[in-house]
């Protein structure tokens, strides 16, 4: 489970494995109340007072927005991975606690010496939701598909799985990938949601097919039961599941029978779905309201999402305005951090050390070296040929020093921390322009290197090189010198030495080059109902499987 900062006035949190759900749905105000009442004489309601487990009940989740796709390399945002971490299950899962990778449907697994090879042991009786055995087959098809896409359904390649040559039956229960180069972190990216197992005929299908949620096969702990079209998805809880991974507590079918994902768009109205129980979960949680939601008994939890980078700005280079590197070192430290969270933020959210967030595999702590400093940061400006305008702003041949920056409008915090950054970079002499919270313009920048700063956090399954490497998804620019360090990690079988590369491979991001302007830690707020219990995996997705409610 992930680690997680839960204020939750007289109640528990108590779970096992399984995830979150997410589907398109209707607004709150049609929702009814999401909490089934429990006989208050019955002995659900006596394990519900000693704290075990409830079983039984139907759990309403509401998510932000609804996703536009369901096919499993797709799932890179939490509208799909909140959903499909309970439909799917994959070979490995990162267990928070232990911070090590353990058995799923991978009972084990090991490299050649040259880590080009990666052998699974495939667990046996584990089967689809349709009956057919998630056997080494099955996996072998969806490995092949991870790594090299279907040409015909236009399904790209998983970016965590470069290198991909094949993935084969090596025995009984046993399936051998090959790499062409040394990746030692390979086995890592087979814990990403992007990596859940589906069934083989899901494959046979078009696009069209492969992203119908209805049409999704998979191994997980609920399947999907109906939907009305934009408005709500139903998943029921499957009684035979019996194989989640080896640290969860709950080794069996999920407690809940059922839960339904509908979705709150507009912030305002989250914590109040979460007052009157038409939702018993919501994400989202604007800090304004945390304070209120715990007053009244209600419960925030702070899900950390350590199996993704730091909120940032992703800087693109080769923009000429910040092509050198000394106007990009002076916003890093040109930003005042202790204001954005002392403004902005709640005790729900943890300042940045590093383009990895505090828990993260590998995580150092580089604070110190980019703390703010708004004089060294003039200075820089100075020395790299930014000079002050007239009306306050820098130029430099002509040119005036004008940035935007994109966001998506799924963070309750991102526009408000931008809106302020405007106004202290102006102080350094910059003009930034936030078009935070424009979903058109955020897509539209997602593969335009014309736009210079991209606002994100990103999933870091297969490292920091999928990111910010050349062809990397943030940068979009060639980085050789960076692409030596992920080299160099990938070919490196000690994990201490290994460290100490991903600890160069930071201080390059965020002090040497500042291709990231680190902000905070991931983290997703959600607000649930008095009485309802969930914990999360280290993706900041619920895990439904363990979850339970109060009875009333």
């Known amino acids: 489970m992930s680690k997680i900062i839960t204020r939750s006035p007289g109640s528990r949190q108590r779970g096992a494995f399984t995830v979150g759900l997410v589907a398109i749905a209707l607004t709150l105000s049609a929702c009814g109340n999401g909490a089934q009442a429990q006989n208050p004489t019955t002995g659900p309601e006596s394990a519900a007072a000693s704290g075990e487990p409830v079983e039984g009940g139907h759990l309403v989740f509401a998510d932000v927005v609804p996703a536009p796709r369901w096919q499993t390399q797709s799932a890179t945002d939490y509208r799909q991975a909140n959903v499909l971490n309970s439909v799917l299950d994959r070979l490995t899962y990162y267990d928070a606690e232990t911070e090590t990778l353990v058995p799923w449907i991978a009972t084990d697994w090991s490299p050649n010496d040259d880590l080009t090879e990666w052998t699974f042991t495939i667990r046996e009786g584990v089967t689809f939701s349709d009956g057919t055995p998630l056997d080494a087959e099955a996996v072998a098809r969806n490995l092949q598909v991870f790594g090299e896409g279907i040409t015909d359904a236009q399904i790209q390649p998983n970016q965590d799985y470069k290198n991909f040559v094949s993935a084969e039956v090596t025995g009984d229960d046993q399936v051998t990938v090959t790499l062409s180069e040394p990746n030692a972190n390979f086995v890592r990216a087979t814990s990403s949601v992007t990596s859940g197992l589906v069934a083989p005929s899901v494959f046979e299908l078009d696009n069209a097919g492969q992203n119908d949620i209805a049409q999704v096969i998979g191994s997980g702990p609920f ?141 150092v702590d580089l604070s110190e070296d980019f703390a703010y400093d708004p004089e060294r940061a003039k200075e820089l400006l100075d020395e790299a040929g930014w000079t002050v305008g007239s009306d306050g702003i820098r130029e430099k041949d002509g040119q005036r020093l004008e940035l935007t920056v994109s966001a998506s409008s799924n963070s309750v915090v991102i526009k408000p921390v931008f809106d302020l950054m405007v106004q202290q970079w102006a102080e350094l002499g910059v003009k930034l322009t936030s078009r935070a919270g424009d979903n058109t313009f955020f897509l539209q920048a997602q593969t335009d290197e014309t736009v210079p700063l ?99």
């Open 223 to 363: 399947t999907f039961e109906s939907q009305v079209p934009d408005q709500e998805i139903v998943f029921t809880a499957r009684e035979d599941y019996a194989w989640a991974p080896e640290t969860a507590e709950n080794q069996g079918a999920p407690y809940l029978d059922g839960f339904t994902l509908r979705y709150l768009p507009e912030v305002g109205h989250r914590a109040g779905s979460v007052s009157t129980g038409q939702a018993d979960l919501v994400r989202g949680i604007q800090p304004v309201d945390e304070a209120t939601l715990e007053a009244a008994g209600h419960s925030v939890y702070a899900a950390a999402g350590t199996d993704l980078s730091s909120n940032h700005m992703a800087v693109r280079f080769e923009n000429e305005e910040v092509s050198d590197a000394r106007v990009r070192q002076a916003l890093q430290i040109g930003t005042n951090r202790e204001a954005i969270k002392q403004t902005v933020l709640s005790d729900s959210y943890q300042l940045s050390g590093s383009i990895l967030n505090h828990g993260a595999p590998g995580f």
């Open 454 to 552: 991209y606002g994100t956090r990103a999933f870091s399954y297969g490292g920091l090189g999928p990111l910010y490497g050349s062809g990397g998804t943030l940068t979009l620019a060639d980085d050789p010198e960076f692409d030596e360090l992920v080299d160099r990690a990938n070919a490196e079988a000690d994990e201490d030495a290994r460290n100490e590369i991903l600890a160069e491979q930071q201080d390059y991001i965020v002090n040497e080059q500042a291709h990231a302007i680190v902000l905070w830690d991931e983290v997703q707020v959600y607000g649930a109902h008095s009485g309802t219990h969930v914990e999360f995996t280290t993706g900041a997705a619920p895990i439904f499987q363990g979850a339970w409610k109060e009875g009333e």
